[in-house]
Structures are given as C-alpha cells and as structure tokens.
C-alpha cells in the first residue's frame, strides 16, 4: 500500500535560512519546523507541541515571529527564516542570548530557542520595552520550569546591553 | 580554599542551551535509522483478543510491528512489575492481555519514515472486549467493583503493598489515645478535602533513539531521572543480561517526577535489539499527556483538636489517593503523605488512614513533592481554620506547635538534621509584614487594589500563610546509596579530575552543583574539573534517581567521601589517582504497619510561604500579588539556581491551585493539548516574588546543604486558599480554582465536597 493518502508528492523548495540559500525537495505538507529540524538538521528549534500551543518552535520570517509548527515550509519559498542558530554575531554571543546567560533565565532549556527568539523579535521592535510589554510579547512561549522571572529580568538586560553595549557591569 | 561552594556559577550547559546546540533526545538521529510509533490502547479497561497486523504489514516502508508475544518478560514496574510493556495476548505473562488505561500500549510499528508507521499503526486490527470501567476511587473499593489487578501476590520488599481488591497500598498510624486526646479538646475543627491530579507537562515530550553500540550493547538514548534503574527495567523485560544495555541521558527538557517510571525506553530497546539498527520514536504532545503518569489525586477527610489555649492535641486523617492502572510509586508517594497530613506539627494522639487505590485512570506517579503537597494542604487548611475558629494569629498558633529539635512527630521519632519550622515562619511572616508585638503576632491590615474597568467593591484582597517540610529521599526503610567515580590526573598537581556519575540533570542544574562540589572537595579550579555523567556504559554502579530532592544531598556526600579517598591516595603517589566510591545514606526504618512507629527519613527540608492575592468577587477571578517564600535549604552550593528553583516550584504550584485542570471522564482523557490543559505563561506569575534563602545546616548534609527542590511547592496551595479565605470569607476546600469554582463556592458560602467515605 503506498502513501498516497500524504498528499502531492515532493517539490523543489528554496529557502533562505540565516542567511543562506538553501534548497530542499519537500512534500507541500510539510511545516517549517520539521523541515528545519529534519531536513536541514537545525534542531535548535523545539517540537514541543506541533500544534501552536506552546512557542518552542518560534522562529522569525521576515522579522516576525511565527510558530515553526503551523507555517508550511513551501509558503516559505523566498523568504527570510531566522532561527536561533542564526543569531549570533560573529563569534559572539547576542546580547538576548548573553542576558539569558547571565540572568540564569532557564533551567532545562527545552523553551529556551522560542524564549530567545521572541525576545530578539521584541527587542527589534521594541527596544525599551516594560514588563507588561515583555508579558503580551512572550505569552505565547511556555516554560514549564517556571524560569519567568528571570526571562523578565534576562530580556530587560538585553534592552539595557543593546542600547549600550558596554555599558555590562 | 577556592570556595567554589555558595557561589552563583552559571549552569555548565548554559552556552549550549543558548546557542541551540545543547541536544535533547528529539534530537538525534542516525543515517540508517527507522521510525517507531507506538498503537495505545484508547480505551481505558479491555481485554485484547487478537491482534491482526496484517494490512498493516502491506504499507510501504514498514520494517516491523511488534506486540505482546515478541516481549521476552512482559512486565515492568518501579516498585512492582505490573505493567504489561505491551498488552496483548501471547506473552505469556497472565493479565498482560488486559489494557487498564487509554495509554497502555498495545503495540510498536516500525517503517522507514514516521508517516509510514503512522499510516501503518491506522490498519492495525485489534479486537478488544470491553471490561466494567471504574475511574472512581470510592467505588473501585466497594464490593463488586471490576478488579483491575486480580491475583496479586504478597511483595516481601514492599509489605505495605496489598493482595485484595483494588487496594494498592495502606498506611496507617497510631499514636497515643484518641479519646483522652479528644476530651482535652476544646476546639475541634473537621474538614474535608480534595486535590486534583496535575499533568507534569515538561515542555519535551518523551523521545529517544536506540541503536546498537560499538561494542554490540544496545544503547538507548532518552529522557529519564534514574539511567540504572532503566537499564534494570529495560534488561528485565528483554531477558538479556544488564551490561548488554547502556542507558544515556542527553539534555533533558525538565523531568518534575514523570520521567521516573518508564514511557519509551522498553519499546525501542526491543525494536533496535531485534533489528539491530537504529530506531527512533517521539511522542506527539497529546500521546504524552495520555501515556504518562500524573499527580495523584487524593480526597481527605480530617478531625482536629485543641485546647483554648492553642495547644493541639489530637487528629484523626482518612485519605483516599487514585493510584489508576498501575502502582508506579503509588506506595512511597503515600508514604509521604502519611506523615505529612497532620503538618509538621507535635501531636500526642493521632490516628492516620491512607489507602491507595487502583482504578482505570491514568498511573498516579511521581510529582515534585511526591505526596507531600496533598498532605500538606489538608493539614494547613485545617491549621489556619483552627486558628479561626481559636480567634488565634495564625503564625501564634503555628509558632506554638511547630516541631522543634527532638521532638517526636507522629512516627514517634523526631525529623532529622535539625528542624528549623520556626525560623522559616518566622522570617516568612516578617517579610510579609506581620508584626512581633508584646501580646503576640500580628497580622497585616489588607490593602485595597484598584483594577482599571472594575469597580473596587468587586476586588476584595487577602493574605494567607503556611508552612510545609518534606523529607530527602525516598527511604522508608530503603537504603539511599550513591555510586560514583573520581579520577585525578596530573603530574605535580591535579591537572584534571574527572567525577564519573549516572545523575541525571533534568534541568535543575545538578551537573553545575556537582562540578562546584568537586572542585571544592578536591581543592581545584571549576575548570578542572570535567563531569561525565548520566551513562550506564561509563557509570556501572547506580547513583539513584534525580528525584525525592535527594540528587545534591546524596551525590554530595558521595563526592565529599571519595575525594578524600582519591587525594589520599594522590598524596601516596598515585598517578592518575582513581576512586570508585559508593555514599550509603544514614540508615532509615519502614512505618510500623500497626502503629506507623520508625524512623523514615534521614533528611528534611523546610519552607513557609505568605500569598496575596486579590479576588473579583463578580468574575471569580483571581490574580496572585505576591509570594514570599522562606525556604530552609541548609547551604544554597548555588544561590542562583536556588532561586531558580523556588521561582519555578511556586511558579508551577500556582498552576495546580488556579489554571491546570486535569480532567478524565470514566477513564478518559479530555484534555490531552495544551490548548486545554492550560500551564501557567509569563503573563501568569505573581506582581512579586520574594524569595528568603535560610541557611541552617544540616551537619550531615555536604557543605550543610538539605534538599530543596520540591519544597517550595508546598504551602503554596494551602496559603493561596487562605488568602483566598481572608478575602471573601469563605473556605473553598478544593482546586483548581477557576473562576466557576470560585463564583459557586462565594455563591454556596464554601465547598459541598460529597465522598463516599465507607
Ligand atoms: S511546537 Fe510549535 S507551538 Fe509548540
Ligand atoms: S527552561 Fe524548561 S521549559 Fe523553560
């Protein structure tokens, strides 16, 4: 018995992920997420759910937040994806990546990629943002460890280290 | 000294885990690998009468499909092995055809892509026979109840486990003279109670990969809380000899207890064994909440007494806990609610019932705190009610009953290590702003809040307190050990220590707290220090579960005890100086089955919290203003990370008592998403947390240090619903609170819990 309950069968895809183009043969059912992470082996961005409850596969297109697991990764041809691996300077750290380092923001780390990825997303948009600005921005990423205070605390020293970046104690 | 001990290292993964590249099990893969999935029962009770695999077995790409009769022993279980690792017939293991809970599985498929197993586990054919279903624990006890587990037989390790009827377990204590207890009595307050179950909703769900390894073991890569036990389990169930099995824990997306028992690991052990190449499984979030264990349920029915004078001098406690389809630690779970439901108070007489009982929900399993916080909220309901009813302070009231040094508590010993109750109440209340006057201890006045769009008669505020203790590890008689290995490398001083242990990390941070131990017990750099752990294939000996706060506490000594070893023998010469070491824990004894006397616990922590909280009395809903929280850790080896964990314990308490509702419905789950089952978001946490960090050691802790990890969990839902009671006046003796609840029991001046109590 074949698959052919799946769907189209697979199609040419071209991708822009951090930067470089990539192209990828791909079934049209499949979402971003699992092509990043099995395709393209990116396995910084979680499956937490698959079903856009929880924010762990959060990645940024075209400088928006989406949900990795509810974006299909055809819809994405042309497009620039960003994800966590690709949010490093250089050598360097980010400084959303560096605060939540310093700031002990996490302990399993399993959120950790969509907590980063939201907070880069808000402080691009944002740069000062206030506590209740943190919260509507970053609700829709879970942590189950509980690490929301110091995720609070994390994003506003990034705020802090972007505006002055020597400004770190 | 380097005094690496007491300092906020940062987590030794953190760069990973930042960067993206720290691997959890989802995460691997193999060139030649298969992709499993496993068919779960869906039904709650059954027997399977034939399983027909053959349309299956057409699908292209499907490689195998494995049920009951390929089980070498069909069986597996923490405490007691009866659980079928696949239900079906064939196995020959007598009521391993029988499924008990929607998530038994049935059987694994395995083809080339995960689309394929998919489509192939559609066609499977299992003709099932419906059994009675019973998913209430009081009728699971009534006679002609559907038996879940007939035939059991007596367990010598575990005596307190039952062979009749539905029974899982009894506990029971006896202490004292109830009657003269109760003539002293002049205020007696009776309550009853009910905590739901909780869903331990880490944020991985369970994954891993099994592969055969360069030395032809089969390796499984998974997220667990205990690599040698699963190794045990795992060899158990393939009827091949334990080192044929290596066990490695990758990083491990939070555990909080339900990674204890087993969820993937037999399965694709099986497959990888019998295809030797590479198979990899992950479950989608809705086959994790169905196929795990949660927190148990319980219901408490309690009878108190005092004198005028706020002298306790009796209670009687009947509890009633829904274990579900298996046991998992359903008995060492109650054994910690037994000696907690009476609070960590001296009382003369006291008479304690704790049955736990098999029905066709889910396992009730291990959850952060592990028994401990059922018992607790029963107890400090009932504490902060007799204050009430005494017109005492609540913090006076406690202040005079807490248990100190060598007093005995109702197991008729006194807790070990040093108590020190009154000192994390009494910091707590002051923090919270209760004042130490010369009559005595004096609450707060409430502040009014104002919420833009809501009329302030609407907002009523209150503050509640309590108190919790729990102990460090499991024992009740088991002897706590922990096996590890230390290897100083270098020529004239130590270049490299290399600390070889099965600990898992499962995200509290214990891999960075061990690499501080060593390198102040060694007397070296952190950076010399390199960890390998949480593989059965480097750690032979069992370093015990991640779990029980037991990990810094056991490990510690362990590490404390061999170092002086391996620096003594560096000081002979030797070169690399090498250790292999096991820490056995102060002995303990199991509760008498009559009386409940013995000595259970080596180890406690303690921890008082103080909630606002502000209600709207109109919409019945709350918001949490503000915790304090003064926990008694002994030594803080990691101030950061213990803030850490007495954020994310209060954190995840407040989602039991306000926003998480588990809910099966004559045995099924009716919220398996997290778009149903609602865990707290960043939007949730209270206006301000407050967390105090005591440190009064514990002379057989390393460095001082007692368990911490489950204790903040504790008071959090008996102060949150004593705040709750200060706000509106009335006691609401169940949770979780939604605003229905909170609008009908306003509405009802309290809770009408109705039990079916004989
Ligand atoms: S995995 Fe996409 S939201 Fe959970
Ligand atoms: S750090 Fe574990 S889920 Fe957020």
Redesign the pocket.
Known sequence: MSLDWLGPGRVPVTLNVNGREVEVTIEPRRTLLSVLREELGLTGTKEGCDEGNCGACTVLVDGRTVYACLVLAVDCSGRCVRTVEGLRRAENLHPVQEAFVDQDA???????SG?IVSAVSLLEQNPKPHRGDIERAMAGN????G?YPNIVAAVLEAARLEEAPDAKD | MTETVGRPWVRADARAKVTGQAKFPGDFGMADMVHAKILFADRPHARVVSIDTSEAAQVEGVVAIFTAQDVPVNEYGLQTADQPVLCGPGSGKPGADVVRFVGDQVALVVADTRAAAEQARGLMEITYEDLPVVSDPFEALKPGAPQIHPGREASELHPELSTEGNFICHHQIRKGDMEAGWAQADVVVEGQYHTPGQEHA??QPEAGLAYIDDEGRVAVVVAGQWAWEDQRQIAHALDIPVEEIRVIYPAI??AFGGREDMSVQIVLALAAYRLQRPVKITWTREESIRGHCKRHPMWFRCKWGATREGELVAAEVQVVADGGAYCYTTNKVLGNTTITCTGPYAFPNAKVDVDGVYTNNPPSGAMRGFGAPQGIFAAEMQMNKLAEALGMDPVALRMRNLLQDEMPTTTGTPLAGGVHLQEVTERCALAAGWERAEEGWRKPAAKGVALAGRPKEAMRTGMGMAVGFKNVGFSFGYQENCWLRIELRGEDDIERAIVTIGTADV?QGAHTVLQQMAAEALQVSMERVSLEASDTGTSPGSSGSASASRTTFMAGNAIREAAALALDGWREGERPAVVEHTYLAPETTPLDPDTGEGFPNFAYGYVAQVVEVVVDVETGELRVRRVVCADDVGKAINPEQVEGQIEGGVVQAMGWVTCENFIAQAGRVLTPHLSTYLIPTIADVPERMETIIVEKPDPRGPWGARGMGEMPFLPLAPALLAAVHDATGVWIDEFPLTPERVLRSLRDGGSLLECDWE
Request: a positive charge.
């Open positions: 996490f302990q399993c780390g399993f959120c950790t907590q879970l942590c189950r460890c690490a | 880490y944020l997306g939070g995200g």
